[in-house]
């Protein structure tokens, strides 16, 4: 099968997962993207269960996944019929429709750029795939996957294999080893949390300003680097922003579906990269400063305890040590870090529009959820044992994926709060007669 | 214009600027430039050919090493990881006296040598 057919068909059976699971009042074309991360996650979290039960990460193991997942979200709808959220159809005007076809054009040309690159990061081609492609033909073979002197292992052994599996689910549906589907993967994932955004807040947020913040994020051009890159910050970021903006949203409508779907997100992220686990439980604390029942996503860390228990039965070593005493450390991590946050020729200015929005529009609180990732990653610089200048030069450009991408879901709300405090005050300037 | 067309039309351009082969558009980089290859993009020269090959003679479950005599670490590196990217379905080894296979790169040349 060729590339394209392959990665296809692999992320057709995912999006049909998700639709699944999302329930039948969103069976309609405009799910699609959330269908495809919901999916993508839960067939990826299932077959990571499964190789650490013992499979293999076959197509079969997936297929398997996928239908018992697929059964399961049916029977779940049917047994708790979830309401259609009945939220009025903002009028799009030409303006802003535009401002969509632009996004929209943007994120086509970066499906096409997805296929059409071989990852330029090493550890993706070096480890990632590798490992996807090791769990398919041996499963989690402990002579592969943990420290022996026999056998030569992975690098990064402590990481979970989340993004693993899935590349190694297209190669084998392509056929033959083919790097590039770890870019066409990403480009997906990327497009469909810029259109699982869209759908979220349509209705919340009034369609000018959404599509300004989505402009926002796809003129970056560091996140379709980052695309071609086949990085795995990248993926990570993608869910745990997912999940901020569901529990945002969540804040706004009590709807038990966005519950879920934050803590569903959340559980995903911690299958991707080992700082997810960190990065979740920030998240879930700063939830519960705004809601108590926010804390209720912190369920999803259960599903960070297969993995680790596996580690532990088979002492793969994490990277980090609890060295706390080397401080001299943070202000490279903070230079590095913020250089990267605030370039306008990386990430437009996301990280800077969330600040002055949060501050114009009197919700500061709101800067908690990027400040916590942001800590989560200077602590882990701070305790890392690798020196600090390499560790920054080679990393703190894709780390920051998280921050950014949680500014940038907090953008909109952020800009439709802050327009909806003015407009009383125009109205009653209105009312006095001024201009 | 309506808001369906406007889309539409936006949309449509986009897609259209990304077609002019102007080398140094941002619209170009972002649809992959010139293109890649189904290929790693090693570090250093190694022939994904070679290895292509190679991955076709050795048996699953295989054990093989990795050798690059005088290579640098970067070198040895992207050896070991072109060994677990293309021959993953056989398995790597430490011990260089175990092995029937050895993927070996000699006279910046990558070739697959059978000991046993």
Same mark, same amino acid.
């Given at each position: ?17 998700? *639709? ?8 309609? +074309?405009? /799910? ?11 067939? $990826? ?17 997936? %297929? ?7 059964? $399961? ?51 993706? +081609? ?22 022996? $002197? ?8 402590? *990481? ?41 807040? /349509?209705?919340?947020?009034? @369609?000018?300003?959404? %599509? ?8 970056? @051009?560091?996140? +379709? ?13 993608? *869910? ?6 569901? $529990? ?57 305890? @297969? ?12 990277r ?6 080397r401080?001299e450390r943070?202000?490279d991590a903070?230079?590095a ?6 370039? @306008? ?28 990732? *942001? ?6 610089y701070w305790?890392d044992r690798d020196e600090i200048g390499y560790l920054v030069s080679t990393s703190a ?39 | ?11 449509? =351009? #986009?897609?259209?600027? =990304? ?30 050919? #070679?290895?292509?090959?190679? !991955?076709?003679? #050795? ?7 990795? !050798? ?12 070991? =990881? ?19 296979? #050895? ?14």
């Amino acid at each position: 099968m060729s590339l394209v057919l392959g990665v296809c068909a692999v992320n057709t059976a995912f999006v049909a997962v998700g *639709y699944a699971l999302l329930g039948r009042p969103r069976w309609s +074309w405009s /799910w699609a993207g959330l269908a495809l991360l919901v999916g993508a996650g839960a067939v $990826g979290t299932a077959l990571f269960l499964a190789v650490i039960a013992g499979l293999h990460a076959t197509l079969w193991t997936a %297929a398997g996944a996928a239908v018992l997942l697929a059964a $399961g979200g049916l029977a779940a709808g049917r047994r708790f019929p979830s309401n259609r959220l009945s939220l009025a159809s903002p009028p799009l005007d030409p303006v802003a429709a535009g401002a969509f076809g632009l996004v929209a054009g943007i994120c086509a040309v970066g499906v096409v750029g997805g296929f059409r690159s071989s990852p330029w990061l090493d550890d993706a +081609w070096g480890i990632w795939l590798p490992k996807g492609l090791a769990l398919w033909h041996h499963g989690l073979d402990e002579r592969l996957f943990a420290p022996n $002197g026999e056998f030569v292992v992975f690098g990064v052994p402590d *990481y979970p294999l989340w993004w693993s599996i899935v590349t190694s689910l297209d190669v084998q549906a392509v056929g033959s080893t083919d790097v590039r589907v770890m870019c066409a993967q990403l480009a997906l994932l990327t497009v469909a949390f810029v259109a699982a955004v869209a759908r979220l807040l /349509w209705g919340h947020v009034r @369609p000018a300003v959404l %599509a300004g913040a989505l402009l926002l994020l796809v003129l970056s @051009p560091e996140l +379709w680097r980052h695309v071609q890159g086949g990085i795995a910050d990248l993926p990570v970021a993608i *869910y745990l922003a997912t999940g901020v903006l569901c $529990g945002a949203l969540w804040l706004r409508t009590r709807a038990t579906f966005h519950l879920v779907l934050a803590g569903t997100c959340a559980a995903v992220a911690l299958q991707i990269k080992t700082e997810a686990l960190p990065e979740v439980v920030a998240l879930v604390a700063v939830g519960a400063l705004f809601a108590r029942r926010l804390a209720l996503a912190g369920v999803s860390l259960l599903l960070a305890l @297969p993995w680790l228990a596996w580690r532990s039965a088979h002492d793969v070593p994490g990277r980090a040590e609890l060295d706390f005493s080397r401080a001299e450390r943070l202000p490279d991590a903070l230079r590095a870090t913020a250089e990267h946050l605030f370039d @306008p020729t990386e990430w437009t200015v996301l990280a800077a529009a969330a600040i002055v929005l949060a501050l114009l529009a009197r919700r500061p609180a709101a800067l908690l959820v990027p400040a916590s990732l *942001y800590a989560v990653v200077l602590v882990a610089y701070w305790i890392d044992r690798d020196e600090i200048g390499y560790l920054v030069s080679t990393s703190a450009y894709r780390v920051i994926d998280t921050v950014v991408l949680a500014a940038a879901v907090l953008v909109p709300l952020l800009a439709e709060a802050l327009l909806e405090q003015r407009e009383p005050l125009r109205e009653d300037r209105a009312l006095v007669g001024e201009p | 214009m309506s808001a369906r067309a406007a889309f539409a039309a936006v949309a449509a =351009a #986009v897609l259209l600027l =990304a077609l002019v082969p102007w080398a140094g558009s941002p619209l170009r980089r972002l649809a992959g430039g010139e293109g890649d290859g189904p290929d790693a993009r090693f570090d250093v020269p190694l022939d994904a050919h #070679v290895l292509r090959g190679a !991955a076709e003679r #050795v048996r699953p479950g295989d054990e093989y090493v990795t !050798a690059w005599p005088g290579g640098s670490p970067l070198e040895q590196g992207n050896l070991k =990881a072109a060994g677990q990217l293309y021959l993953a379905h056989a398995l790597p080894v430490l011990d260089r006296e175990r092995p029937p296979w #050895v993927l070996i790169v000699g006279a910046d040349r990558v070739g697959l040598i059978r000991l046993r």
